[in-house]
């Protein structure tokens, strides 16, 4: 397009001049921009302050610049800053987005010089695979990780006598004793049992991971090319959802108006769970909350897991590059950093750290779910899109459409988005 | 006959109370946001509405104040890096500071170009007026989003992106208040400029002294209509504006709502903050507007 | 022609000119340019990330398949229908109960039927959605607690509701400024009409329809246009309350521009639909407006 083109030359021209006349100030400091999304108190800014006073403490020739984004609005709010032209120069989230959206878009760094030898090591084998495309071009540096689960207020099922259907040693439970348990927690008198929300933007995982353990389906192919959403084992478990009773698709929820209502106890399940919510939340519950792994029909099942890390929009600017790497470096390698780094997360770190957590009994009760981490799948191309038509397909399966074809319609979508070039 | 009185006055009664119910809906949601805002969490987040809060608390407020920091203002000489921020102060009164400048500045330079452009479109002929004319009725209810890439990355070329010019700007780009101006302006009689024409007055002096103070009630309304617009244009502001320093009272309240959890507390401080103030604004001035836009309405 | 009026005209069209300026370079430069931009782009595959490929007229033909598309259509044509007269039409009557009050109940009244328009659709929107909540909210409590509702609606999360609700809260922010105008436009109608009018006999609705009502015939007209335009302008509560959803059934083009743009990171797409919705806009204005004029 001969119009930006011409954009570009003369906006190259102006930045020409403006890196000349900022070069005398650029040996002073460099300012970066770090945007992050609220992952566990990454989100809050008095943590934050904290662990940038020692990265400042290190290396006081960086300045960062924090912004804080919310799951509503924080995609779009980085999509229209990369068509503004001023996408931040780090941004903390998981390889779905930086690996899955950005990054397969052309508009990441490559971190291949973070990704040493030495970090390969460390780093465990599934999250080093999740943090890379299928060529192998790194975009992500992970820091923390986490299993989803769900959670169940255990107050409301000891009173409709719905504990005996679960293992609250393991935490698991099968699919006919999920069942049994949704259909005494309804007959007890607790209308509301759970909610599909599919209102839309964040929290998908949960109903993912819900849909895909039930009967086994999985929701893309082994080799992470391809959605497979479409399969019998995940048609077969939506129906079984639509079905119940007590079990509302909600198109009026999202994911944190679901934790409210768990909360507040309207629900007497969170499909949308992990350590966070219950730290987050700990004022506002008035219960007693027991986490516990998404029902399968075998008993083991396959938690979704959430890396957290850092990614490098490619703006153009060497030494914003450089600084942002040196961040990045700071946050996850520097061994008495990256516990605080980790801890301010509130989830687990990535590699071999020792028991960062020790005597913090939440964390201990939370730790059972990591030996259910499965697959991280969420790293196939399109994956924007495809989660966009996923909501679509949970609202139309909530208003009395057909599974069967919603599930396709949602595949053919999905599909077309991931061998989009 | 008397059945009529009756009948009239049946309709009185039933018509008064029907509104004074849809008033008391109409003010519910501020009520709602002003008392949420001193209640506790579990009260906000129960099941069953609680109309009065029974504990008043200022936590809510404290924890907006205490989120994040930005500098009070701050301006950057144009072209270059200079620039002068204010002291620290809580986010939430920055974004009151930039709402208000854009809302003010996108009135004053809304105000003044319409002025002028509506006088000329009224009471002077030239070529090209009424192309003009049919152009600026055709955009006049074009709804931003049409435009949203295109001017997305006209900011960003323009370096405005990010800077609550890109918000401004094209808030006083909308043709609407030129349309407005016109209106009123046609209503100046041709005598008073033809005198003023006679008495040797340049064109500047005929537009200040003989138009402007006919116009002025319609400048009046634009001036509220177009404050109370840009500082309810949540879209552009959703848009185009990105980082804590830049950004304004709606957008600010639209991003408290994390994933996590929804802390509406929190949300309904921020609201109470962002609608006091224009509620003032609009006490103080409602004799004005009420006055200045119906002179115009019925000109028309 | 003689020389002295030829150099009037000159100076006429230059002052013309000369006023007209500053307004054009914004109304060029921030609604035109980015206009033609759009009408540009929309005949490229344009996305994030990678340079746009020409397609011709593929995004309009595309337009024409997608049902999304038309019902986004639908429904930002049945706001406009239904918001524009219900919104004309109910302040009137509020503004004719009200406007002869005595004391400062008629600015008491006034006020309150504007509150909604200064408290913001961003505030106002978190407050609504509060009270269409399917669980708790205060329309099902209500509704539950008087007997008209015999278990809960979900009304933002339900294909049948979701639009009207967001209509209705769309009126309550836009019946505020109608109702001053009304009010006003009203309290100046020539009385001693009415009253000549009353003395032969002429009953409430004859004096209303025959007197009073083309007397505020141009308060409606600027009514009529500050309503469609706010109709067509609603956008945050669709974003906040339900994202176009359940099912589409509240996606206006407005949000579908946006959607496609930076959910789906079609941004020709979103450019095409931004050129038909631009078109139907300026030809219903003009018509509008044509319309206005001959009456």
């Known amino acids: 397009m001969r119009l930006r083109k011409g954009l570009a030359v003369a906006l190259t021209g102006a930045m020409a001049v403006s890196a000349f006349a900022g070069s005398v100030a650029a040996e002073e400091a460099t300012e970066i921009t770090l945007w992050t999304y609220p992952i566990g108190s990454w989100g809050d800014a008095a943590t934050v302050e904290g662990l940038l006073a020692s990265f400042n403490e290190a290396h006081p020739d960086i300045t960062v610049k924090v912004e804080y984004l919310d799951y509503t609005n924080g995609d779009d709010k980085i999509n229209t800053a990369i068509e503004g032209g001023q996408a931040p120069d780090l941004v903390m989230e998981g390889p779905e987005r930086l690996v899955a959206n950005w990054g397969a878009k052309g508009l990441m760094v490559d971190l291949a010089d973070l990704w040493t030898d030495e970090a390969k090591e460390a780093i465990y084998d599934s999250v080093e695979a999740a943090c890379q495309n299928n060529e192998g071009v790194f975009y992500e540096y992970p820091l923390c990780m986490t299993a989803h689960t769900m959670a169940i207020n255990r107050d409301v099922f000891e009173a409709a006598d719905a504990l005996q259907y679960l293992d609250e040693e393991t935490r698991t439970w099968t699919t006919e004793n999920f069942i049994k348990a949704v259909e005494a927690v309804y007959a007890s008198g607790q209308e509301n049992v759970a909610a599909v929300y599919c209102g839309g933007q964040g929290g998908d995982q949960g109903t993912r991971a819900l849909v895909n353990n039930l009967y086994g389906g999985t929701f893309t192919n082994a080799e992470h090319t391809e959605y497979t959403a479409d399969s019998e084992e995940n048609i077969k478990a939506l129906e079984l959802l639509a079905g119940m009773e007590g079990i509302n698709f909600d198109a009026s929820l999202q994911g944190a108006d679901e934790i409210n209502l768990f909360c507040n106890g309207t629900l007497a399940m969170a499909f949308c769970w992990n350590i966070a919510q219950e730290k987050n939340n700990v004022e506002n519950i008035a219960f007693d909350v027991l986490p516990m792994a998404f029902p399968t029909e075998t008993g083991e099942p396959q938690l979704c897991g959430g890396i957290w890390g850092f990614g490098i929009f490619d703006n153009g600017d060497e030494a914003k590059i450089e600084a942002a790497k040196t961040f990045i470096d700071f946050m996850a390698n520097d061994e008495k950093q990256v516990v605080e780094s980790v801890k301010a997360s509130s989830y687990w770190p990535v590699k071999d750290l020792g028991n960062i957590y020790e005597g913090d009994e939440m964390m201990t009760e939370y730790s059972t779910f990591v030996q259910y981490m499965g697959d991280y799948y969420q790293v196939v191309g399109g994956w924007a899109e495809a989660r966009t038509a996923w909501w679509n397909m949970l609202q139309q399966i909530g208003s009395g459409a057909e599974v069967s074809e919603a599930v396709a319609t949602f595949t053919e979508t999905a599909n077309a988005a991931a061998s989009a070039k | ?300 | 022609m003689s020389n002295r009026s030829r150099a009037l005209a000159r100076r006429e069209t230059m002052a013309g000119y000369a006023f007209l300026l500053p307004s054009l370079i914004f109304f060029v430069g921030f609604v035109i340019y980015p206009m033609i931009q759009c009408v540009y782009t929309s005949f490229f595959d344009s996305t994030m990330g990678r340079e746009d490929i020409f397609v011709g007229f593929k995004n309009y033909v595309d337009l024409a398949k997608d049902e999304i598309f038309w019902g986004a259509l639908k429904n930002t044509v049945v706001i406009v229908i239904v918001s524009v007269p219900v919104t004309c039409i109910f302040s009137l009557w509020v503004s004719s109960v009200i406007y002869n009050m005595k004391g400062p109940a008629c600015s008491a009244f006034r006020c309150i039927f504007y509150l909604p328009v200064v408290t913001g659709s961003v505030a106002v929107a978190v407050v609504w959605k509060w009270m269409f909540n399917n669980y708790y909210g205060i329309f099902n409590y209500v509704g539950k607690g008087v007997g008209l509702l015999d278990k809960n609606i979900n009304w933002l999360g339900d294909e049948r509701f979701a639009l009207g609700c967001i209509i209705l809260i769309l009126l309550t922010t836009s019946v505020g400024q109608p109702i001053v105008l009304y009010v006003s436009a009203l309290n100046n109608v020539d009385q001693s009409l009415v009253e000549a009018a009353q003395v032969d006999g002429a009953n409430k609705f004859q004096c209303f329809w025959k007197i009073k009502w083309p007397q505020i015939m141009p308060t409606t007209l600027y009514v009529l246009v500050i309503t469609t335009i706010n109709s067509f302008q609603c956008f945050a509560l669709i974003q906040l309350l339900t994202s176009g959803g359940p099912n589409h059934s509240t996606d206006t083009i407005m949000y579908y521009i946006y959607y496609s743009a930076f959910k789906l990171y079609k941004y020709g797409y979103g450019n095409a639909m931004g050129v038909v919705l631009a078109v139907i806009i300026a030809v219903l204005s003009a018509v509008q407006f044509k319309l206005a004029k001959t009456d």
């Open chain 2, 1 to 300: 006959m008397k059945s009529t009185a009756m009948s009239t006055k049946v309709y009185k009664v039933v018509s008064v109370t029907a509104i004074v119910i849809l008033a008391v809906l109409f003010a519910f949601p501020l009520y709602w946001i002003v008392t949420g805002s001193f209640k506790t969490a579990q009260e906000i987040n129960a099941t069953s509405p609680a109309w009065w809060p029974s504990e008043w608390v200022l936590t809510n407020y404290e924890k907006l104040f205490s989120k994040q920091v930005a500098p009070l203002f701050s301006i950057t000489v144009p072209f270059t890096d200079i620039t002068f921020a204010g002291p620290q102060v809580p986010a939430a009164i920055r974004w009151l500071v930039n709402t208000v400048f854009m809302a003010v500045a996108a009135m004053g330079l809304t105000c003044a170009t319409a002025a002028m452009a509506g006088y000329a479109l009224a009471k002077k002929r030239f070529f090209g007026r009424t192309v003009v004319f049919t152009m600026i009725v055709c955009a006049m209810a074009l709804p931003k989003q049409v435009i949203l890439i295109p001017l997305l990355r006209e900011m960003s070329a323009l370096k405005l992106y990010n800077t609550l010019w890109a918000v401004i700007l094209p808030i006083v780009g909308w043709p609407f208040g030129v349309f407005l101006i016109k209106q009123f302006a046609e209503g100046i009689p041709g005598e008073m400029m033809e005198a003023a024409r006679i008495d040797g007055a340049s064109e500047w002096k005929t537009f200040s002294h003989v138009a402007l103070p006919m116009i002025k009630p319609g400048i009046g309304a634009l001036a509220i209509f177009t404050f109370i617009n840009s500082w309810n244009d949540y879209f552009m502001q959703l848009i185009m504006l990105t980082s804590t320093e830049t950004s304004t009272i709606s957008l600010g309240i639209a991003n408290m709502q994390a994933e996590n959890s929804t802390d509406f507390g929190l949300i309904m401080a921020g609201a109470a903050l962002a609608a006091i103030p224009i509620i003032i604004v609009f006490l103080i001035f409602q004799k004005y507007f009420t006055k200045g836009i119906t002179m115009g309405a019925v000109k028309g």
